[in-house]
């Protein structure tokens, strides 16, 4: 029963190639192949050209040249035969000719990150951003690639990207981005803030998060860059006022006070450009990351901020991002928001009408 089952296959299959147009023994793939090869990009060993299921999705690409199946069935074979560089350049040569889908740039660079080819990985990715721009996974990838060529201040940004345009609910937001976004922090010798990830990686959701483990890579990271923060016990407590329960408070940035919004749903503490020239904020081109907000993606230069002091609360080389913005976007006499690249130094509460911000407990 089974040679027979057996037999119809390899009958039905025989029947297949010599449907496809070719003798997959005798004809010359490089000949019958050629144009395929030339949109892909690719040339392929003989040998692997006339494995059956090869020639047969080689064959399809002939006859339907933006065939999304055909170059993912093509890709996911050429990687079981061990030539993932092909596989790879392929699906990066069919998006650029055929427009999609960009899925095949994702496993482009999944497969070019595996390779170490780091340079062409970013090509790729750059590739993936331009046609999806907001897509999460599109930044996130290039700034893998972008830390494997060693361009850690773009890599910070993609990163930054990279959270900021996942959903809502940040709890489903894996904790390797902001593992890698500390990495590159301590790489480029900044420690204070290569401990902010970790920390609003913790806020996000303290009860399962905030241990021994996570305390232990924020306190090196600390050591390391002997941040200052404030050494006794600190709390300042400020009202919840209105419908909204905005709290705003004066802070001092730089040795410049301003009127801040205390915001723990933003992820950094924010100020308008106007305020950033006063405290001598850098803006360095090419830092441009875009802001989850109430309405919607803003854009902002990610910079940084020798100290912000809130009361009695002190915390140094804090992220923050830089924004153009009229002099209502905040609300009247508002200079920006103060986020959790400041306000997860801190253990926050909000209880009885108050928000109370104080000195982390040493567990």
């Not at 093509?74 to 699906?91: F, H, I, T, V």
């Not at 290039?142 to 850690?152: H, I, T």
Request: positive net charge; proline residues 2%; hydrophobic residues 40%.
């Amino acid at each position: 029963m089974v040679r027979l089952w057996l037999f119809c296959f390899l009958l039905i299959f025989a029947g297949r190639i010599e449907g496809a147009g070719a003798s997959y023994l005798d004809e010359n793939p490089d000949e019958v192949f050629a144009a395929v090869y030339s949109q892909l990009g690719i040339k392929l060993p003989v040998r692997v050209a006339r494995d059956p299921q090869v020639w047969l999705t080689l064959d399809q690409l002939k006859r339907e040249a933006c065939d999304q199946k055909s170059i993912d069935d093509l890709a996911l074979l050429l990687d079981k035969l061990g030539y993932r560089r092909e596989a790879a350049n392929g699906q990066y040569n069919f998006v650029k000719r055929c427009g999609a889908p960009v899925l095949a740039l994702h496993k482009s660079i999944n497969t070019l990150l595996k390779l170490t080819d780091y340079s062409l990985a970013v090509e790729v990715a750059d590739e993936f951003v331009r046609r999806a721009p907001t897509n999460h996974d599109a930044y996130y990838l290039r700034g893998v690639a972008l830390e494997g060529v060693g361009d850690y201040r773009r890599a910070l940004v993609d990163y930054a990207n990279a959270i900021e345009l996942f959903s809502t609910d940040k709890t489903k937001i894996g904790n390797s981005v902001f593992a890698r976004m500390a990495n590159v922090y301590a790489k480029l010798g900044e420690f204070c803030q290569a401990a902010t990830p970790i920390l609003t990686w913790i806020a996000i959701d303290p009860a399962g998060r905030d241990n021994s483990r996570s305390r232990k890579i924020v306190s090196d990271y600390e050591t390391q860059g002997n941040c200052a923060t404030s050494s006794e016990f600190q709390k300042e407590r400020f009202a919840l006022r209105g419908q909204n329960r905005v709290v705003t408070a004066k802070a001092d940035i730089n040795g410049v006070v301003g009127l801040f919004i205390i915001d723990t749903g933003a992820s950094y503490v924010s100020v308008k450009s106007q305020f950033a020239e006063r405290a001598k904020i850098p803006r360095a081109d090419g830092n441009e990351i875009r802001l989850a907000t109430a309405n919607g993606l803003a854009k902002g230069k990610l910079s940084r901020a020798d100290t912000v002091l809130l009361g009695k609360l002190r915390a140094t080389n804090v992220p923050v991002v830089v924004q153009d913005l009229d002099d209502k976007s905040y609300g009247a006499g508002v200079d920006g928001l103060l986020g959790m690249s400041f306000l997860s130094r801190f253990e926050v509460q909000m209880s009885g009408g108050f928000i109370e911000i104080r000195t982390r407990s040493k567990k």
